[in-house]
């Protein structure tokens, strides 16, 4: 199982790569795992600004759709438009080329509520 210890995690599998004032976010390796092989993933909340947890977009896989929750407060600037062509990459490499989206950080203090890699690896264990 892959878990980078640079990134910040929540518990609906999600995993979040702060640079600055800007998030980036994707499904952890252990959530495309569950999830099996991914078809299609859906983001229409591009340009919007959400709050924490409210839902950013849906992933399908052959046996389930499952939503996509927001790690962090913000607005939602960019979706990885290779997934429309290649969703499978999210299969293949959640944490590089199967990046879903980028967001700017509306609260910072935010982050702070996210698990780091000791607590994420707790979480998928138990």
Same mark, same amino acid.
């Given at each position: 199982?892959?878990?980078?210890?640079?990134?910040?995690?929540?518990?609906?599998?999600?995993?979040?790569?702060?640079?600055? @004032? *800007?998030?980036? !976010? /994707?499904? #952890?390796?252990? +959530?495309?795992?569950?999830? %099996?092989?991914?078809?299609?993933? @859906? *983001?229409?909340? !591009? /340009?919007? #600004?959400?709050? +924490?947890?409210?839902?950013? %977009?849906?992933?399908?896989?052959?046996?389930?759709?499952?939503?996509?929750?927001?790690?962090?407060?913000?607005?939602?600037?960019?979706?990885?438009?290779?997934?429309?062509?290649?969703?499978?990459?999210?299969?293949?490499?959640?944490?590089?080329?199967?990046?879903?989206?980028?967001?700017?950080?509306?609260?910072?203090?935010?982050?702070?509520?996210?698990?780091?890699?000791?607590?994420?690896?707790?979480?998928?264990?138990?």
């Amino acid at each position: 199982m892959n878990i980078p210890t640079e990134l910040k995690y929540t518990k609906d599998h999600e995993w979040v790569k702060i640079d600055g @004032e *800007i998030a980036t !976010i /994707g499904i #952890t390796d252990f +959530a495309q795992q569950e999830l %099996g092989d991914i078809v299609y993933i @859906e *983001i229409e909340s !591009i /340009g919007e #600004t959400l709050d +924490a947890e409210e839902v950013f %977009g849906t992933v399908e896989a052959v046996k389930t759709v499952s939503d996509l929750f927001m790690p962090l407060s913000g607005e939602v600037l960019e979706f990885n438009t290779d997934l429309e062509d290649t969703p499978e990459s999210v299969n293949d490499d959640p944490y590089k080329s199967g990046w879903m989206i980028k967001v700017k950080i509306e609260d910072p203090s935010q982050i702070s509520d996210l698990l780091d890699f000791d607590a994420y690896k707790q979480l998928i264990k138990a």
